[in-house]
C-alpha cells in the first residue's frame, strides 16, 4: 500500500476511536513546501460528521497516528491542515517493495468487461491531417491508459467510405485522371485520392461561376453545376450497385487504405477491428420500429420518425426520414448496438469525435439509454478541440490542410536541425541520427498535443514543440537518456537490496523523488477514469523536474558511500522505467541516447 492508502485506514480508525464517528472519506493533498511534512491531511471536510475547531480535531488525529502508525515520524497542524511527516523506513521500504517491478503502475486485467475505444474514423477522399493526428493519439493513448488500469480494450474506427464526398474525389479523377495511380506516379494512395477532390472543388466553382455569370441565381447554381449533377448521379448508381462505379469506388478506395496504413504506421498507432459505413449505413431501421412500438419514437403525418428530448434539456431529433431513409443518428444507433453483438463482452464505448459534434453525441447516449440498453451508462464522447497553426485554418476542399505525413517528416526535420545546432550527436552513424530525429520529432508532436487537456483547443507550434527545456517531449527524453547514460557508467552490482537499519537518512531531493514515484499507480488509475493523457503526460514531467533536482543537488556516481550510491543509481533507474513506461501509454518512445 502506498502512504494515502496506509493513512486513509488510520485516520478513518483515528475519528472512530476519538469521535465514535464513521467517516466515509479522507481529503489529502500534498504539504506546501513552505510546512514540514510529506502528506496533508484536510480536516475542513471532516467537520460535516465531527463538530468542533478544526485546529483542535487536527491536533487529536495527529497524536493517535503518531501514537499507534509505524510509519507516522511527527505532524504539526496549520488551521484546518494536518500535516504529517512520514518516517525514511517507510519509503525505504516501499522503494525496495517496487523496485524490480515491472510494469510498475499498471494493473492486470480482471474486470471481464471490455471497452471499445473508436478513434481516427476518416474519410476516404483525402489523406490524414492535422486534426486527425491529435484525433488518432487521443484514442490511442485513452485505449492503452484504459488497458493499464485493468480493462480489456479493443481499438476501432469506422471508415468513412461512402457518400457524396467520395463521388467528388471519383468522378474528378475519372475526368480528369488521365489514369494515373499510385504506382505510376509514386503518390500515396490517399494524396493521389485527395488531389482530385481537391480538383472537383475547384472546377466545381468555376461552374458555379460561369452560371452566376449567365445569370443564374448563386444557390440555384450550387444545384444545377454539370459536376454537382453527375456526382450525386453517381452515388446513385453506387446505392443501385452499377458495376462500373462499385469497381471504381473498391479501387480508389483501396488506394486511400494502402495509404492510411502507412500513415498509422508512422505515427505509431494501430486498431484491432475496423467498421465500414459502406456496410453499416443501413444499420438501425428495425431499431426505430422496436422503439416505435416501445414508445420511445414517435411519427409524424409526412411519415418520419421523431424522438422529443425536450424534457432532458435537448429538443426534436429525427431518426427516419418521410422516405424512409435513415440519417447519421439512426446509423450510430444501429452501429453501437452491432458492436455489442459482434463483441458480447463491450460493456462501454469510447468514441474520439471533435467537439463539433457534442450535441450529436447527447443525444444518441441518450436515446440509446431511453431504449433500454444498460451498456448505454458507459457511452463516453472524448471530445477535444481543434488543433491551429500560426497560419490559420485549414480547409481540406481548397486542399489548405496540414497533410499528417508532411507535419511528421517537418517535425524529424526540426528535431534534426536543433540538435545538430546543440552539437550532442559525437560518434552517431548517419543510420543512428536519423532514427533519433524521427524519435525525437515525433515525441515532441505527441508531447505537445497529449499534454493539453483534450477539451482545449491547441495553437501548435513545431518550433516550440522540440525545445529541449520546459515542458517538451524532448526535455523528458533526454532526461531519460541521462538516466541511461548513469546505467551504463555505474561499473559496479548495484541490483542489490538497500536494507534500512534505522540509522539511513534520506536526502530531502532523495524522499521528494519517491513521493512523486509512489504517485504514479494513482496518476494511471485517475487517467483512465478522466479519459486524459494529459494527466499522465504532465505527471511524468513533474516527476522529470524532481529527477533533475535530485540530480544536480545530489551525487550519484561520485558518492563515496556504497550503500548510498547503490540506492542512488537504483532510484535513477526506476525513475527511468517510469518515464519509458508513461510515454509508451501516451506512443512516445524514448531514446537510450541522445
Known amino acids: 500500500m502506498n502512504i494515502q492508502e496506509v493513512l486513509t485506514e488510520k485516520v478513518k480508525e483515528a475519528v472512530e476511536s476519538i469521535f465514535n464517528i464513521d467517516l466515509p472519506t479522507v481529503e489529502f493533498q500534498p504539504t506546501r513546501k513552505d510546512f514540514e511534512g510529506d502528506i496533508t491531511v484536510v480536516v475542513f471536510p471532516i467537520l460535516r460528521f465531527v463538530k468542533g475547531n478544526p485546529a483542535l480535531i487536527g491536533e487529536q488525529i495527529g497524536s493517535y497516528l503518531k501514537e499507534n502508525v509505524k510509519e507516522v515520524e511527527n505532524f504539526n497542524v496549520v488551521k484546518g491542515f ?15 517493495d517496487i523496485k524490480d517491478t515491472t510494469n510498475y503502475g499498471y494493473s492486470t486485467v480482471t474486470n471481464t468487461d471490455a471497452v471499445m475505444v473508436e478513434y481516427s474514423s476518416p474519410n476516404t477522399n483525402k489523406p490524414l491531417h492535422l ?14 491508459i484504459l488497458k493499464a488500469s485493468g480493462k480489456k480494450v479493443y481499438k476501432t474506427q469506422i471508415v468513412n467510405d461512402r457518400g457524396i464526398h467520395i463521388c467528388k474525389s471519383m468522378l474528378a479523377w475519372q475526368k480528369y485522371g488521365e489514369g494515373k495511380t499510385p504506382e505510376n506516379t509514386g503518390l500515396k494512395g490517399d494524396k493521389l485520392v485527395g488531389n482530385y477532390y481537391v480538383k472537383f472543388d475547384k472546377e ?6 460561369d452560371l452566376v455569370a449567365a445569370g443564374t441565381d448563386p444557390k440555384a447554381a450550387e444545384k444545377d453545376a454539370p459536376l454537382m449533377q453527375e456526382a450525386q448521379g453517381m452515388l446513385r448508381k453506387w446505392e443501385a450497385g452499377d458495376e462500373e462505379v462499385v ?14 496504413e502507412v500513415t498509422y504506421k508512422n505515427l505509431g498507432v494501430d486498431f484491432d477491428t475496423y467498421y465500414y459505413e459502406s456496410d453499416t449505413y443501413l444499420l438501425g431501421k428495425d431499431i426505430v420500429d422496436e422503439g416505435l412500438e416501445k414508445g420511445v419514437f414517435y ?46 463482452d463491450v460493456n462501454g464505448m469510447v468514441y474520439t469525435v471533435g467537439n463539433e459534434q457534442d450535441y450529436h453525441f447527447n443525444v444518441l447516449f441518450l436515446i440509446l439509454k431511453k431504449l433500454g440498453y444498460t451498456w448505454a451508462e458507459q457511452l463516453f464522447h472524448l471530445s477535444y478541440g481543434m488543433v491551429d497553426l500560426p497560419s490559420g485554418k485549414m480547409k481540406s476542399r481548397e486542399g489548405t490542410v496540414v497533410d499528417a505525413d508532411d507535419l511528421m517528416n517537418d517535425m524529424t526535420a526540426t528535431a534534426a536541425r536543433i540538435s545538430e545546432e546543440l552539437g550532442k550527436l559525437e560518434g552517431y552513424s548517419d543510420t543512428e541520427k536519423q532514427e533519433l530525429y524521427r524519435i525525437i520529432g515525433l515525441g515532441a508532436l505527441k508531447y505537445y498535443i497529449l499534454k493539453v487537456d483534450p477539451k482545449k483547443r491547441i495553437l501548435f507550434n513545431p518550433e ?6 520546459g515542458n517538451t517531449g524532448p526535455f523528458i527524453q533526454y532526461t531519460y537518456a541521462r538516466i541511461q547514460s548513469i ?31 509512489q504517485l504514479f499507480p494513482g496518476v494511471v488509475t485517475s487517467a483512465a477514469q478522466n479519459f486524459s493523457p494529459a494527466l499522465l503526460a504532465n505527471y511524468t514531467y513533474d516527476l522529470v523536474k524532481e529527477f533533475n533536482s535530485f540530480y544536480q543537488n ?23 522505467e517510469i518515464i519509458k513506461s508513461s510515454f509508451a501509454l501516451l506512443g512516445i518512445e524514448v531514446p537510450e541516447r541522445m
Not at 494536518?82 to 525496495?96: G, K, P, T
Request: glycine share 6%; proline share 3%.
Open 82 to 96: 494536518l500535516n504529517i511527516v512520514i518516517s525514511d523506513a517507510f519509503y525505504f521500504h516501499f522503494f525496495n
Open 131 to 144: 486534426g486527425h493526428i491529435r484525433n488518432n493519439l487521443l484514442g490511442y493513448s485513452v485505449a492503452e
Open 204 to 209: 466545381y466553382k468555376a461552374q458555379i461561376a
Open 247 to 260: 469497381a471504381l469506388w473498391k479501387k480508389m478506395n483501396q488506394w486511400v487504405y494502402d495509404g492510411f
Open 299 to 344: 411519427r409524424k403525418e409526412d411519415g418520419s420518425v421523431w424522438i422529443d428530448l425536450s424534457d432532458e434539456g435537448l429538443d426534436e431529433k429525427i431518426v427516419l426520414r418521410a422516405d424512409g431513409t435513415a440519417v447519421y443518428m439512426t446509423q450510430d444507433i444501429g452501429t453501437a448496438i452491432q458492436r455489442t453483438k459482434d463483441y458480447p
Open 464 to 469: 516550440e514543440s522540440v525545445e529541449f527545456q
Open 487 to 517: 546505467l551504463r557508467k555505474a561499473d559496479f552490482e548495484y541490483n542489490t537490496t538497500v536494507e534500512p537499519n534505522g540509522n539511513e537518512e534520506l536526502h530531502e531531493k532523495e524522499k521528494e523523488l519517491l513521493k512523486q514515484i
Open 554 to 576: 545530489v551525487p550519484i556516481l561520485p558518492e563515496e558511500n556504497l550503500q548510498k550510491k547503490i540506492f542512488r543509481v537504483q532510484l535513477s533507474k526506476k525513475v527511468g
